[in-house]
């Protein structure tokens, strides 16, 4: 069983930051693939960002390139998505998620590929 326990949302000013966090529990957290995505308002669930097991490949939506970083710590189990010059279209429930292909180079930015998720943490910027 793995669990996900996504946390580090809050109310922002737009031009600010948060570090939002994904604590993992169960098998094999350091050879999976961990995924940001989010939802806002009346929309879809969107791919955000993504990081292969070793952390070398990572991948980011074109909406917060340049904005997000996405990284990880293996030892602790848990990874990161740094969110710096927040906008207000970045408000959204943001969910943390794995994929379990062990090893994987590649990252995935689709949904239905990752196989656990975790409950959301809702991130509000204010204009």
């Known amino acids: 069983q793995v669990q996900l326990i996504g946390y580090g949302g809050g109310l922002v000013q737009a031009g600010g930051s948060l570090r939002l966090s994904c604590a993992t529990s169960g098998r094999a957290f350091s050879s999976s693939v961990m995924g940001w995505f989010r939802q806002g308002p009346g929309k879809e669930r969107e791919f955000v960002a993504a990081i292969n097991w070793s952390g070398v490949n990572t991948y980011y939506a074109d909406s917060v390139k340049g904005r997000f970083t996405i990284s990880r710590d293996n030892a602790k189990n848990t990874f990161y998505l740094q969110m710096n010059s927040l906008k207000p279209e970045d408000t959204a429930v943001y969910y943390c998620?794995?994929?379990?292909?062990?090893?994987?180079?590649?990252?995935?930015?689709?949904?239905?590929?990752?196989?656990?998720w975790g409950q959301g943490t809702q991130v509000t910027v204010s204009s």
């Open positions: 998620a794995v994929n379990l292909t062990p090893y994987s180079r590649l990252v995935t930015t689709t949904p239905r590929e990752y196989d656990y």
